[in-house]
């Protein structure tokens, strides 16, 4: 950030604000010392200049930022600042009305007596800056690790507890990873697909910040015509995105090119690359993707990660997309992959992951906020793969995704992969869960929940007994546009 030339572009919002590298480093001065240093801070996160220059700010007073959804519900932000009491809580303004950091809870104010509820004298405005606002509360000064930076939510919709501790270490080598295999310069002009506090969205940012490029701001949805407007006047350059995004730019038709108006500028004028991940894509959906990529001479990468390596571990180069439909390609540069307690007879193990940027650990409260790297740069997965000969990973489902029926080994996620490729024709979604006995499947399509369960059991050769379809009007998804399993049956009473 220090070594960018001031009058560059950094940030630039649908409103019309651009914001240079010198004026931003300017703010984060101002922000620096607005915090203490080693402080604990929650930051509500936007897609805003002034959630970037908290978060910049952070970093740069060597304070310790915790990225939350500013929309999340007050009920479970709630329940979160009372669990790890930060000492600094930045937010937008417009959200101080409904939810301030002194509003405490009725368990609190009754250990107090003296406590009103109104009462605001237990935290102080310290800075405002771009429709931002600082509170410093009454929190005790938080014991933080030396090497912690930065702390990410595992379910930044839900408010899961259980958060990811990131060290500078950490964002500095997956930043610098991501601008190398993707060769990201100066002139490139990312708009925000995805939430900051998502790490996906986060990885982003720091790595076109890494390379002096310009970050799009916008709070649009891609379903929304303000965003492609904005995308296209701004001249964008790349776009990112979760499966499910992917199949928003699908059902609007982007990869078709005979929904141009003749005469009118393609959406896609300005667009080198398109990076997606956080779950496997669809492999018609790759397929259709990457021919349309390949024709318009737009790079288009796979990648696979987790929150836990911050963010990305691998990458399918542009020019394999195709060759090497449903593979996670290779090892980021600086990482190595191997497979561990592999089945001979499928050559499928679990996938380890090696490098720099593996976080410290989980914290689930305050005090796991002090702890030191407990991963020591290598990290299980979870997940189960196998490797070609030509050195490329394809994931086999999580160890945690799987059933046994009737003594018959089951793969949640390759159930999806066979309903996908049975009901190709059919604009629906899929999705697989259940119990040793049971499996059940969901889909948004109602013809096919009359015989997705009959066409499951019949692959797999199990009774039909154990296998049951259910339509739901839509797939309960997150901010993240990750699946929320535990809202499928909810929807089927809907």
């Known amino acids: 950030m220090e070594l960018k030339p001031a009058d560059r572009p950094a940030l630039q919002t649908d409103t019309g604000i651009c914001i240079t590298y010198g004026e931003l480093r300017e703010q984060i001065a101002e922000f620096r010392h607005a915090v203490r240093q080693r402080s604990f801070v929650f930051l509500l996160c936007e897609n805003t200049p002034g959630a970037v220059i908290g978060y910049l700010g952070c970093l740069n007073a060597g304070a310790v930022p915790l990225l939350l959804n500013a929309e999340l519900d007050e009920t479970l932000l709630q329940e979160m600042y009372e669990r790890y009491q930060p000492e600094y809580v930045w937010m937008p303004k417009k959200h101080a009305e409904t939810w301030k ?5 009725e368990k609190q104010n009754k250990a107090d007596e003296n406590i009103n ?3 605001e004298k237990n935290c102080t405005i310290g800075y405002e800056k771009a429709e931002y606002v600082l509170y410093q509360t009454e929190a005790p000064k938080c014991e933080l690790h030396p090497e912690l930076a930065l702390l990410l939510a595992t379910s930044g919709s839900t408010g899961s507890p259980k958060l990811v501790r990131l060290s500078r270490q950490n964002l500095e080598s997956n930043a610098l990873s991501i601008m190398e295999y993707l060769k990201l310069t100066e002139s490139e002009r990312a708009i925000t697909c995805l939430p900051m506090q998502y790490t996906y969205g986060l990885s982003v940012m720091n790595s076109h910040f890494q390379a002096g490029a310009c970050v799009l701001l916008t709070t649009s949805s891609v379903v929304q015509q303000q965003f492609w407007d904005y995308f296209k006047s701004a001249e964008g350059t790349s776009l990112v995105g979760v499966p499910y995004t992917y199949e928003l730019f699908r059902r609007l038709h982007l990869f078709d090119d005979r929904t141009q108006k003749p005469g009118e500028q393609p959406w896609y004028q300005h667009l080198r690359y398109m990076t997606q991940a956080g779950g496997r894509l669809p492999e018609p959906l790759q397929q259709k993707v990457g021919t349309w990529a390949k024709e318009h001479d737009i790079k288009f990468v796979v990648m696979y990660g987790q929150t836990e390596a911050t963010a990305r571990m691998s990458y399918l180069p542009a020019d394999h997309c195709l060759e090497k439909i449903g593979s996670i390609g290779i090892a980021i540069p600086g990482g190595t992959f191997h497979l561990e307690d592999v089945d001979p007879a499928t050559g499928v193990g679990e996938l380890i992951y090696e490098g ?9 409260c305050r005090a796991d906020l002090s702890k030191g790297d407990e991963r020591q740069g290598v990290l299980h997965t979870g997940d189960l793969a196998r490797v070609d000969e030509d050195g490329f990973y394809y994931i086999a489902g999580r160890k945690k995704r799987f059933l046994k029926i009737f003594g018959i080994r089951v793969g949640l996620d390759e159930c999806e992969r066979i309903l996908q490729k049975a009901y190709v024709e059919v604009d629906c979604e899929f999705v697989c869960v259940g119990t040793d006995d049971h499996l059940q499947i969901y889909t948004t399509d109602s ?10 059991a019949d692959r797999l050769h199990i009774s039909t007994r154990a296998v049951q379809a259910y339509y739901i009007a839509e797939i309960p998804k997150n ?3 990750k699946t929320q399993y535990n809202k499928l049956q909810d929807k089927v009473k809907e």
Do not use: Q
């Open 117 to 119: 509820k109104s009462d």
């Open 356 to 364: 720099p940027n593996v976080t410290l650990g989980m914290a689930e």
């Open 101 to 105: 950091p002194c509003n405490l809870s």
């Open 479 to 481: 901010a993240s546009g």
């Open 447 to 456: 013809t096919c929940a009359e015989t997705a369960a009959e066409l499951l």
